[in-house]
T-cell receptor, first 112, second 115 residues
Framework: KNQVEQSPQSLIILEGKNCTLQ??????????LRWYKQDTGRGPVSLTI?????NTKSNGRYTATLDADTKQSSLHITASQLSDSASYIC???????????FGAGTRLAVHP | GAGVSQSPSNKVTEKGKDVELRCDPI?????LYWYRQRLGQGLEFLIY????????KSGLPSDRFSAERTGESVSTLTIQRTQQEDSAVYLC?????????????FGPGTRLTVL
């Protein structure tokens, strides 16, 4: 069964600190993996996308890594800001036209 | 340069009533998706429209759920005889033709509460 598991379920960090969110998937075949940020009451917004041949992709203070062999990805947030407080969702595409598999997300709270 | 819009933003209804949710995709986007997001859970795929092709309805949870789309414009998701388990945020997304990896642009969602 195609699944995407994220950990931790929730996380609290202090402003300025770094953190790493994890994503494990069992989706096959594999086309690409995205990380989305979802602010409370808003729709998800794409942060990064990686295909199986890419190991790392950065977007400002966000850096995503992908190990297609172990089927693991991580999202590292550097020098966190209060505005980083949101849910971070790992999404895997098995290819084809578009039926994405969504993780349940990690809820991050950045405190001053 | 408007994004995906959805209406209403919030809907409270009584069990057994019908509701209709609306999605306006980004102009020029040929693909449109509906998802359901229950509290604390991941997005569940409901239905997919692509141009004039027959929609993929494989994610609809029951025959109480239906969706329509006129051409490549507005879509409505209808839930008949609502039940408390239907309470969730309903998200709509659209995608442009071609492009990399099926990038989907999401609307803000409609929060449905069934009392």
């Amino acid at each position: 069964k195609n699944q995407v598991e994220q950990s931790p379920q929730s996380l609290i960090i202090l402003e300025g600190k770094n953190c790493t969110l994890q994503c494990n998937y069992t989706v096959s075949p594999f086309s690409n993996l995205r990380w989305y940020k979802q602010d409370t009451g808003r729709g998800p917004v794409s942060l990064t996308i990686m295909t199986f041949s890419e190991n790392t992709k950065s977007n400002g203070r966000y850096t995503a890594t992908l190990d297609a062999d172990t089927k693991q990805s991580s999202l590292h947030i550097t020098a966190s800001q209060l505005s980083d407080s949101a849910s971070y969702i790992c999404v895997v595409s098995p290819g084809g036209y578009n039926k994405l598999i969504f993780g349940a997300g990690t809820r991050l709270a950045v405190h001053p | 340069g408007a994004g995906v819009s959805q209406s209403p933003s919030n809907k409270v209804t009584e069990k057994g009533k019908d509701v209709e949710l609306r999605c306006d995709p980004i102009s020029g986007h040929t693909a449109l998706y509906w998802y359901r997001q229950r509290l604390g859970q991941g997005l569940e795929f409901l239905i997919y429209f692509q141009g004039n092709s027959a929609p993929d309805k494989s994610g609809l949870p029951s025959d109480r759920f239906s969706a329509e789309r006129t051409g490549e414009s507005v879509s409505t998701l209808t839930i008949q005889r609502t039940q408390q388990e239907d309470s969730a945020v309903y998200l709509c997304a659209s995608s442009p033709p071609g492009g990399l990896g099926n990038e989907q642009f999401f609307g803000p969602g409609t929060r449905l509460t069934v009392l």
